[in-house]
């Protein structure tokens, strides 16, 4: 041995002895080999364990396929929706035939005349009081009563119904607040107009015969302001299908 190779030895002697025998290398298990830094980096959670791992977060967040679930969500959504505002507008339209179509013009052929809310033309008061004599006591209170039952259900559950057609039909703006201006409009002349008509019967000479002949031509008018309405979104909804098949999104 020269000089240098014994002062590098008995160096290495002083700090601890030289490098590990390679027996005692390869008996160390992989996992104690690594440094405690990397150990404590491994055992670190990950960011989608954390974001699992937080209150509130929801459990399918993270999975694949999630937001097409959701996407699949939204049209059920919809659908229900339009079921439950048609079944709406169906049973208001019912109930509007049936008091314009069977109850009214029943009352009327019982008593002999011509009921004032079946005159689109309006009236005066010689029809209401000829109309009043027509019906006597008995036929006034079963037309107060029609006010009170079917023909209060009808104007409302059409408005209601008619409300959601139309908020499903068309985005939010200005021409949205204009359509539902006519349902509304339409409940509330019609409730109106059956008061008016009763107090015009119960007081022929001194009634509010003229309200109730106005309330009662605007009633009709804006029953014509809905049917066109209803056509408008019925040509507007098919012609969106046809755009879209035409496009290949319906099949």
Excluded: C, N
């Amino acid at each position: 041995m020269s000089k240098g190779q014994i002062r590098r030895k008995h160096a290495e002697r002083a700090d601890g002895g030289g490098p590990p025998s390679r027996t005692a290398t390869a008996g160390r298990s992989p996992g104690a080999a690594r440094p405690a830094s990397s150990r404590a980096a491994s055992s670190r959670p990950g960011p989608s364990r954390a974001a699992s791992s937080r209150p509130g977060a929801s459990p399918a967040a993270g999975r694949p396929g999630a937001e097409g679930a959701d996407a699949a969500a939204r049209p059920a959504k919809g659908s229900s929706a339009g079921l439950l505002t048609g079944v709406v507008v169906a049973i208001g339209v019912l109930f509007l035939l049936y008091v314009l179509a069977w109850t009214l013009p029943q009352l009327g052929a019982a008593a002999g005349t011509l009921l004032p809310e079946l005159r689109p033309t309006g009236f005066g008061r010689q029809e209401i009081a000829s109309s009043a004599s027509a019906l006597g006591d008995g036929g006034l209170e079963q037309y107060r009563y029609v006010h009170r039952t079917s023909g209060l259900f009808a104007p409302v559950l059409l408005a209601l119904g008619w409300l959601g057609m139309i908020a499903l039909s068309l985005p939010k703006g200005a021409l949205r607040w204009l359509m539902w201006l006519v349902p509304v409009l339409f409940a509330a002349v019609y409730l109106a107009g059956g008061h008016a008509v009763d107090a015009a019967l119960a007081d022929p000479g001194a009634g509010p015969v003229a309200l109730a002949s106005a309330l009662v031509v605007a009633r009709w008018v804006l029953m014509l302001a809905l049917l066109a309405q209803g056509a408008w979104l019925f040509v507007r909804l098919v012609r969106s299908k046809v755009d879209a098949f035409s496009r290949g999104e319906l099949v």
